[in-house]
C-alpha cells in the first residue's frame, strides 16, 4: 500500500510558475514509476508527464513539452512537478499516481496508487 499525498497547488496569473509536490509514504518509494494526471471540469482525466523509478526516463504530454518537467527525489520519498509559463487552459484538479514499474507509464489504467489532488488555477 503506498499513500499519496500532492501539495503545491493554488492559484496563479497567467505566465506564472508553480511546483507541485507529491510525498509517497512507503519504505520502497524507488521501485514505483511515478506520474502526473490532470483533470478539468468536465472533462476526462489525462495525463501530463511520468518518471521512472530511477528518474532517468521522463514521458511528457504534448501541451506540457518545454513547460513542465518532473523530478523525483528517492531521498525524499517525493516527485515533483515543476509548471512553467502557465496557461487558464493548465486549470485542473492535478494528481500524482504511483505503480511498481521500471518503465516510464503514461496511462491511466496501469496505475495502483493515487493521491487526492490539488487545485491549480491559472487565471488570465
Known amino acids: 500500500q503506498v499513500q499519496l499525498v500532492e501539495s503545491g497547488g493554488g492559484l496563479v496569473q497567467a505566465g506564472g510558475s508553480l511546483r507541485l509536490s507529491c510525498a509517497a509514504a512507503?519504505?520502497?518509494?524507488?521501485?514505483?514509476?511515478m506520474g502526473w494526471f490532470r483533470q478539468a471540469p468536465g472533462k476526462e482525466r489525462e495525463f501530463v508527464a511520468a518518471?521512472?523509478?530511477?528518474?532517468?526516463?521522463?514521458a511528457y504530454a504534448d501541451f506540457v513539452k518545454g513547460r513542465f518537467t518532473i523530478s523525483r527525489d528517492n531521498a525524499k520519498n517525493t516527485v515533483y512537478l515543476q509548471m512553467n509559463s502557465l496557461k487558464p487552459e493548465d486549470t485542473a484538479v492535478y494528481y500524482c499516481?504511483?505503480?511498481?514499474?521500471?518503465?516510464?507509464?503514461?496511462?491511466?489504467?496501469?496505475?495502483?496508487?493515487w493521491g487526492p489532488g490539488t487545485q491549480v488555477t491559472v487565471s488570465s
Open positions: 499516481a504511483a505503480v511498481l514499474s521500471t518503465l516510464v507509464v503514461s496511462t491511466d489504467n496501469e496505475y495502483r496508487y
Open positions: 512507503t519504505r520502497t518509494f524507488s521501485n514505483y514509476a
Open positions: 518518471i521512472s523509478w530511477s528518474g532517468g526516463n521522463t
